[in-house]
């Protein structure tokens, strides 16, 4: 049971409490089944893979080969998250990344076929009326929530490397504006590091 604790809170906070529960993890192995690929993990007597440590110390469960990406092409290993999903924003997969093409993808985010899939889902997801009606640093606190990051220094890196100031309306950056939060913006501060098999 301590163990089935531990793992509910590591989902918490990776996923939002309101998908789990204590009680639907004390199924055992089935419950805990459907919880480890949306966290990356797989159930597996396999010690941890070299690159990644579990966070959650047991040999039955470890973390799932997390380097090898393979929709769309050859197998992406080593690199960024971003890199190797194809997501250069670090999308969180569900019914918005579906629609653009995205499957699940490693530790809850989605895996697009292609860069350019993934970056014409980042564009198309600022481009919809919820981040309309923000300013660019609310685009970015609405990207990068405080629970998950550090959305102060998130949008202040965004503004020097974009040179856009955060009070903006995002209704008004220009095309190549929106292109330039995305790629010169959101896409660098997300870690975009190439590795192999490409």
């Known amino acids: 049971m301590d163990f089935a604790r531990a793992l509910y809170k590591l989902a918490a906070s ?4 309101a998908k789990f529960s204590p009680q639907a993890l004390e ?8 919880l480890l690929p949306q966290r990356g993990w797989s ?30 092409g050859a197998a992406r290993r080593g690199g960024s998250l971003a890199w190797r999903n194809q997501n250069p924003g670090n999308i969180r997969f569900g019914e918005f990344a579906k629609a653009h093409g995205g499957v699940a993808g490693e530790r809850g985010f989605a895996r697009f076929p292609s860069e350019d899939a993934g970056r014409d889902a980042g564009l198309a997801l600022l481009k919809t009326k919820p981040y309309q009606a923000l300013t660019v640093g609310g685009a970015i606190s609405r990207w990068a929530p405080p629970v998950e990051n550090n959305t102060a220094a998130y949008i202040q890196d965004v503004a020097k490397r974009t040179k856009l100031d955060p009070s903006r309306p995002m209704s008004s950056l220009r095309p190549e504006e929106l292109s330039q939060m995305f790629s010169g913006g959101i896409q660098q501060h997300e870690g975009w590091t190439p590795g192999a098999g490409e």
């Open 27 to 34: 199924g055992g192995d089935q419950g805990l089944s459907a």
């Open 43 to 72: 159930a597996t007597s396999a010690a941890p893979q070299a690159a990644a440590a579990a966070p959650i110390a047991s040999p039955a469960f470890a973390p799932a080969p997390a380097s090898a990406a393979s929709v769309g």
């Open 14 to 17: 990776d996923l939002g409490a």
